[in-house]
């Protein structure tokens, strides 16, 4: 992929200290789009940006569990108590437990909640992912699969997703490769990851609904408490946020505009300020929340823009 376009200047003192570059569509309601970036049509790995899709696939497949469980399926989950909770709830409501999870162990996503943690060895369940995996598991359960394999490409639970991605894009998927927490992985470009989201948002389909519904009305499970994807769906009703490793995000109105940006270098430095842009462009503004600022000696000296989407 391209280097891309530059999406956001960090500016000290009036001059630009640094920039970070990358590649942004969004999409109308209507399918037409309102702003391209970079190279939006290149496959990249959108990592858990499209735990949404997944998530559809397994109520597809007979998964049946309450909103905000549906919801932390759908997470990145910052590690909460209440996160762990909820990923247990998964589990045992399907006879199972922590040692069913196949995803890589690990400590809490979020700092505070890392910290809190200390020396204590990490876990699959303390993982951002556990949600998800709990919820791949449990579907495996309903279905009588085989759950040592659940991360196969070849198993039945991931052949479904694919299939849930391939029928909410409209195109085959044709790269596959393995996201951090080891499940499977599928490759799609920015413009036809819109196009999906912006199919699931207005889709008039149940599973959708219910999965989408489930995000909205549970925001601190889908990330946590002070967290971006939490933040901004709090602060605007009906927003649907989530958020993706390598500096992948994905941003969808209730009306069905959908924002998706890739950061080249993979950073997530200067989110918030590329989200408020971004919604900006489209109209919405957001109150309440603080821009990001450059500090030197302990005063602010300067701030992290958007031009290209501010102009």
């Not at 496959?43 to 735990?51: F, G, N, T």
């Not at 589990?91 to 922590?98: A, C, N």
């Not at 933040?231 to 993706?244: A, P, Q, R, W």
Request: aromatic residues 2%; contains cysteine; hydrophobic residues 40%.
């Amino acid at each position: 992929m391209e280097q891309g376009e530059i999406l956001l200047e960090v500016l000290r003192n009036e001059m630009v200290e640094s920039v970070h570059a990358g590649h942004l569509f969004i999409l109308g309601s209507d399918r037409n789009p309102i702003l391209s970036l970079g190279d939006v049509d290149s496959p990249i790995y959108p990592r858990s940006a499209v735990k949404s899709i997944q998530a559809s696939a397994m109520v597809r497949a007979g998964l049946k569990v309450s909103s905000k469980e549906l919801a932390l399926i759908c997470a990145s989950h910052a590690g909460s108590s209440a996160h762990l909770d909820v990923a247990r709830s998964i589990l045992s409501g399907s006879g199972l437990d922590e040692s069913a999870l196949k995803n890589t162990p690990d400590k809490p996503l979020d700092p505070i909640e890392r910290a809190a943690w200390g020396d204590k060895a990490p876990t699959s369940l303390a993982a951002n992912c556990s949600g998800k995996h709990a919820g791949m598991v449990a579907t495996c359960k309903v279905n009588g699969w085989n759950l040592a394999s659940y991360k196969s490409p070849s198993h039945p639970l991931q052949i479904a997703i694919k299939s849930e991605f391939e029928m909410l894009s409209g195109e085959a998927i044709t790269k596959v490769g393995v996201d951090g927490c080891g499940a499977p992985l599928f490759a799609i470009s920015l413009s036809c990851l819109a196009s999906a989201i912006r199919n699931l948002l207005l889709s008039n389909d149940p599973v959708h609904q219910e999965v989408v519904n489930a995000c909205r009305t549970n925001p601190v499970m889908v990330s946590g408490t002070g967290r971006l994807p939490t933040l901004l769906m709090e602060k605007i009703d009906g927003l649907f946020v989530k958020d993706g490793a390598e500096g992948v995000m994905l941003i969808g109105t209730r009306s069905g505009e959908v924002i998706v940006w890739k950061m080249s270098d993979g950073s997530q430095r200067g989110a918030m300020t590329l989200a408020l842009a971004s919604l900006s462009h489209l109209g919405i503004k957001v109150e309440g929340i603080e821009r990001e600022v450059v500090l030197g000696g302990g005063e602010v000296v300067g701030e992290i823009c958007a031009s290209k989407l501010c102009s």
